[in-house]
């Protein structure tokens, strides 16, 4: 096992939670298998399981918050490398770069969550007039 490098040898596949981590679509390992295990994606139109051997062709569609992406592996590598070289792993299709284009022009053009509070959150001194406010008003039922 000394000096092996982190290619994988032409032929031989590579576990699918571990080419997920390598092509950097997941943080780690763990968040892959999760995803894997929810049903979050799929090789070749099937549910896969994290150990599911992965080869160069295999169409991989996996849904990460509300995009969905579908990729062609193009190359197997167990090692984590910088983002150019993990994005020479796969291929993406046009019809899922034209789907996350328009959900990005989508959520542009959304309203911004933070433009539906009016106020916003409360100065010190409203607080500490609340807090004076809070204090005085003592109910007439109060045995205090």
Not at 4 to 22: C, F, I, T
Not at 43 to 68: C, I, M, S, Y
Not at 95 to 108: L, N, Q
Request: net charge positive.
């Amino acid at each position: 096992m000394a000096g092996m490098s982190g290619a994988v040898v032409a032929g031989a596949g590579l576990r699918l939670d571990k080419w997920l981590w390598a092509a950097r679509f997941f943080k780690t390992r763990a968040l892959a298998v999760e995803a894997i295990e929810r049903g979050r994606v799929a090789v070749n139109g099937q549910g896969a399981k994290p150990a599911r051997e992965l080869r160069p062709g295999d169409r991989v569609e996996l849904r990460q918050g509300t995009l969905q992406r579908c990729i062609v592996v193009r190359a197997l590598s167990a090692v984590r490398g910088p983002a150019p070289v993990a994005q020479q792993l796969y291929e993406e299709t046009a019809e899922s770069i034209a789907a996350r284009e328009r959900a990005a022009a989508e959520r542009h053009l959304r309203a911004d969550p933070a433009h539906a509070i009016e106020q916003g959150r409360p100065t010190k001194r409203d607080r500490r007039q609340l807090a004076d406010w809070q204090r005085w008003s003592v109910s007439i039922d109060d045995p205090s």
